[in-house]
């Protein structure tokens, strides 16, 4: 490249540098327009700036040096942290018990079928060999299954007890 391109290249980023900080405009990353005193120069550029804290506090010039269109840190806008401990519990489950509902696979067993009131399926194992009838409407005790056996599509459960509801 010869002296001439360079020290033309030169004088138009010097010129075009000097007419980007002569306005009086917004500062990069700022939306308040400059004053001249606290517009930067050439000189200013080459010391340290001083650190003095803002006359006010609202004030939305900042004494700390941000990147242009930085990042904000910290939670997202609207994000709250859970106030503490859950009054009522969070986790709603039924603990075994009594149940109404269905028979929905009937037989000897020891596999069966079974509905409740809600419409929830249940595969029930019990090996004690009660003949239930498809359809009857009964109240069973279950307990979650603790033996590896799949009755079919459902919760797998085992019966410890059935009545027949009249």
């Not at 490249?1 to 980007?20: G, I, N, P």
């Not at 509902?101 to 019990?126: E, H, L, M, N, Q």
């Not at 004690?128 to 979650?144: E, F, I, Q, S």
Request: net charge neutral; charged share 15%; aromatic share 6%.
């Amino acid at each position: 490249m010869s002296l001439f391109r360079t020290a033309t290249a030169t004088s138009l980023v010097v010129v075009f540098l000097t007419a980007c900080s002569a306005t009086d405009t917004a500062a990069p990353g700022n939306s308040v327009p400059v004053t001249q005193s606290a517009a930067p120069s050439a000189l200013a550029a080459s010391q340290p700036a001083p650190s003095a804290p803002p006359a006010d506090p609202s004030s939305p010039r900042s004494t700390q040096a941000t990147p242009h269109n930085s990042v904000a840190t910290g939670p997202p806008p609207g994000v709250r942290k859970p106030p503490g401990i859950p009054k009522t519990p969070t986790d709603i489950v039924k603990s075994p018990g009594w149940t109404e509902g269905w028979i929905t696979r009937g037989g000897t067993g020891p596999c069966y079928g079974f509905a409740d009131v809600d419409g929830k399926p249940y595969a029930v194992y019990s090996d004690a060999g009660t003949p239930l009838m498809k359809g009857a409407y009964v109240r069973v005790r279950l307990v979650p299954s603790e033996l590896r056996i799949n009755c079919g599509e459902g919760t797998q459960m085992q019966m410890e007890a059935v009545e027949q509801v009249p």
